[in-house]
């Protein structure tokens, strides 16, 4: 004799329920840069940072400039950070609302001395 799979109904149609939440591929796509770790380290910068430029955060990073710029392209792309250019400077910043309150979930911080780009 074979043995049905025994469900409850109520349990499915909250199941179901959950899989019509707004935006999900967005958030799937959201997981995904959040999953390379320099991307990761580069978005906590940027937060404890904003208006740095690529050569001071490729310094804090380890990283090369050209890593770094690939990098803030794609987060560009996607909307996460706006780049404002500053005399010869490009100045990068966070600015989805997301991504900033994600970061504060994990424990990053805000600067708490205010750095003037004025004399840079």
């Not at 999953?35 to 404890?48: A, E, I, P, T």
């Not at 010869?88 to 970061?103: F, I, N, P, Q």
Request: charged content about 25%; overall charge negative; aromatic content about 4%.
């Amino acid at each position: 004799m074979e043995s049905r799979p025994v469900f409850d109904p109520d349990d499915v149609r909250c199941a179901e329920a959950a899989l019509r939440t707004p935006d999900i591929e967005r958030w799937a796509q959201r997981f995904e840069l959040l999953s390379d770790v320099n991307r990761l380290r580069m978005l906590l910068c940027l937060h404890h940072a904003p208006g740095i430029r690529v050569t001071d955060l490729a310094t804090a990073l380890g990283m090369t400039g050209t890593a770094v710029s690939h990098a803030l392209r794609l987060l560009r792309d996607r909307g996460w950070v706006a780049a404002t250019r500053d005399g010869r400077a490009v100045r990068y910043r966070l600015v989805d609302d997301t991504v900033h309150e994600m970061l504060h979930s994990i424990g990053a911080t805000h600067q708490h001395a205010a750095h003037s780009h004025e004399n840079d």
